[in-house]
């Protein structure tokens, strides 16, 4: 299959018609700092990964997913798929790890996105 | 972007009679926070976390550690440099010149990536957008707010920068022109506003509690 290789991308956005800019703004909260957190240490102490990493994981998002996630939903989500990349651990201990939290929350888990925050 | 559009914002900016440190609660509505649903990816965060400490490659400490380091990176400090490069023209030309070690005077720290400082002049206005992310002088202002890294922001400002400068209250004369910066994940811009007139007889703090965030990325200017 041809692929254009001077389509745009989704997240390279610059010049295009968009909305009136929503200003309203959130508190991180603890688990989005913590993302923050991890992406630094794994950049500047660990060498484990780098923002060009970070990025390139968040901008193969599908569009539909890059839209509806909120910002620290796309890092965690890139930097968990590189450290995955970099067999920093596997996908089934990552996987059992998912479902031991998941136990720690009997009230269930959102899908994502619908929390709030945007951006 | 979901969350609450609370539109009191068009009248907020005009709200110029009085000092404005950065205040969040004051400058811009709230989003709900996230503290209190449990998600995919925040399920995801916390066992990525604890993989990562099971794996003795970090430590809780190290995670709180980080936390902190990122809290204390607050609009606060750019507006330290701002005032420093007002009263200390010399001071000044070394932050244009070399950024890294002026604002190391300072006490702070620009980190890894390039800074630019951009310095606004009665001939022209800075403004700083990362169309293709959200790379912003992280190290010295914090994390960027929602509306930097928000589809409508990164689109429109590179295209009419004025009518985008006008929903945040900003008002450039035609004879002043506007410059538009696109940051990139190793260079990074930082605004340094112009000192507004009236404030001859200020100290340098003073001067700083002048200085907020969206003036050092330049949708707004510092008023008196």
Redesign the interface.
């Given at each position: 299959m041809e692929r254009d290789f001077t389509a745009r991308g989704h997240?390279?956005?610059?010049?295009?018609?968009?909305?009136?800019?929503?200003?309203?703004?959130?508190?991180?909260?603890?688990?989005?700092?913590?993302?923050?957190?991890?992406m630094?240490?794994c950049t500047?102490?660990?060498k484990?990964m780098t923002?060009?990493q970070l990025?390139k994981g968040?901008?193969a998002l599908p569009p539909e997913a890059y839209?509806n996630?909120?910002?620290?939903?796309r890092w965690?989500?890139s930097?968990?798929n590189t450290?995955l990349e970099r067999g920093?651990?596997t996908a089934d201990?990552?996987g059992a790890?998912?479902e031991?939290?998941?136990a720690r929350?009997p009230?269930?888990?959102?899908?994502?996105?619908?929390?709030?925050?945007?951006? | 972007?979901?969350?609450?559009?609370?539109h009191h914002?068009h009248d907020h900016d005009h709200d110029h009679d009085h000092l404005h440190p950065y205040d969040?609660e004051h400058h811009?509505?709230?989003?709900?926070?996230?503290?209190d649903?449990?998600?995919?990816?925040?399920?995801?965060?916390?066992?990525?976390?604890?993989?990562?400490i099971e794996?003795g490659?970090?430590t809780p400490d190290?995670?709180r550690a980080?936390?902190e380091?990122?809290?204390a990176r607050v609009p606060a400090n750019g507006a330290k440099v701002v005032a420093r490069a007002w009263t200390d023209p010399e001071f000044k030309t070394r932050l244009i010149e070399t950024p890294k070690e002026a604002i190391a005077e300072v006490g702070h720290d620009i980190g890894?990536m390039r800074l630019v400082v951009l310095e606004n002049t009665p001939e022209v206005h800075n403004v700083v957008?990362c169309?293709?992310?959200?790379c912003y002088p992280r190290w010295i202002l914090g994390?960027p707010?929602?509306?930097y890294?928000?589809?409508?922001?990164?689109?429109?400002v590179?295209?009419e920068p004025r009518t985008?400068l006008r929903?945040?209250g900003t008002e450039i004369a035609d004879n002043r022109e506007v410059r538009v910066h696109?940051s990139t994940?190793?260079m990074r811009y930082f605004v340094l506003p112009m000192r507004p007139a009236g404030t001859e007889g200020m100290s340098e703090a003073e001067l700083a509690a002048l200085v907020h965030r969206d003036a050092m990325i330049g949708v707004t200017e510092v008023s008196a």
């Open positions: 997240h390279d956005m610059g010049g295009l018609d968009a909305g009136e800019i929503d200003r309203a703004e959130h508190d991180y909260a603890l688990w989005e700092k913590r993302v923050d957190a991890l630094m240490l500047n102490r660990l484990l923002v060009d990025r968040i901008e839209d996630m909120t910002y620290y939903e965690i989500s930097v968990t450290l920093v651990f201990e990552l790890k998912m031991e939290v998941k929350y009230d269930g888990v959102m899908p994502g996105g619908a929390a709030g925050g945007g951006c | 972007m979901s969350g609450d559009h609370h914002h969040p811009h509505p709230h989003r709900a926070d996230q503290d649903t449990m998600t995919y990816y925040r399920l995801m965060e916390e066992a990525v976390r604890e993989l990562m794996k490659l970090v190290d995670i980080e936390v380091a990122m809290d890894p957008v169309t293709l992310c959200s994390i707010p929602d509306w890294k928000s589809r409508s922001y990164r689109s429109r590179v295209r985008v929903e945040f696109d994940a190793d």
